[in-house]
């Protein structure tokens, strides 16, 4: 799976976007871009994927460059419920994908 | 409707015992994980089951780690004469298929005394 590259941590004004950058750089055309975050003492909870067009569900939206070497998950009204570290995973979704490979992520503080 | 679950949520055991931990994944799921997380670490994959398939074992640290997974659905985890250094949370997660985004259960703490 490729390799990606996230801030260690970004802190948002509670009600405001939350914008996480993450770089991929060596992206190849059948792997798909997933998020999740881990909120303190839980377990990892899904957010959203995609693969070439910008996705939307009722948590995020998750916005990929056309190079697709970088995307881009957006809160758009952040609250304290948000803070988390949040992890930028580049995978293949097929026969024998199996494991995760969750680096450092980045965490997300909501302030009030 | 009902996530995965995972029990027990927390396991004090000593040096040497074996322990074993027990996940209940999303019905109809048909993929099943299991990882660790150590204190402020990230997750490091142990075991991956697919249906009926031979288990993806590739992950665990040693012989003493053993899982099965009845009648495919639930897993249990089992660790022999457990080492301080198995001391961890261990989490369990399952998809609809393998390559299918993953849920995951809120793991067992496991400290080894």
């Known amino acids: 799976d490729a390799k990606t590259t996230q801030p260690p941590s970004m802190d948002c004004a509670e009600g405001r976007a939350a914008n996480l950058p993450c770089n991929h750089s060596?992206?190849?055309?059948?792997?798909?871009v997933y998020w999740y975050r881990q909120i303190h003492s839980q377990g990892p909870q899904y957010i959203i994927h995609g693969l070439k067009n910008n996705e939307t569900n009722e948590m995020a939206s998750l916005i990929i460059t056309e190079d697709r070497k970088s995307s881009t998950l957006i809160l758009p009204h952040a609250t304290l419920r948000d803070t988390a570290v949040y992890y930028c995973i580049v995978r293949v979704v097929q026969t024998g994908a199996n494991n995760l490979f969750f680096g450092t992520g980045t965490r997300l503080t909501v302030i009030p | 409707g009902a996530g995965v679950s995972q029990s027990p949520s927390n396991k004090v055991t000593e040096k040497g015992k074996d322990v074993e931990l027990r996940c209940d994944p999303i019905s109809g799921h048909t993929a099943l994980y299991w990882y660790r997380q150590s204190l402020g670490q990230g997750l490091e994959f142990l075991i991956y089951f697919q249906g009926n398939s031979a288990p993806d074992k590739s992950g665990l640290p040693s012989d003493r780690f053993s899982a099965e997974r009845t009648g495919g659905s639930v897993s249990t985890l089992t660790i022999q004469r457990t080492q301080q250094e198995d001391s961890a949370v261990y989490l369990c997660?399952?998809?609809?298929?393998?390559?299918?985004?993953?849920?995951f259960g809120p793991g067992t703490r496991l400290t080894v005394t």
């Open positions: 060596t992206i190849s055309g059948n792997e798909y």
């Open positions: 997660a399952s998809s609809f298929m393998e390559g299918y985004e993953q849920y």
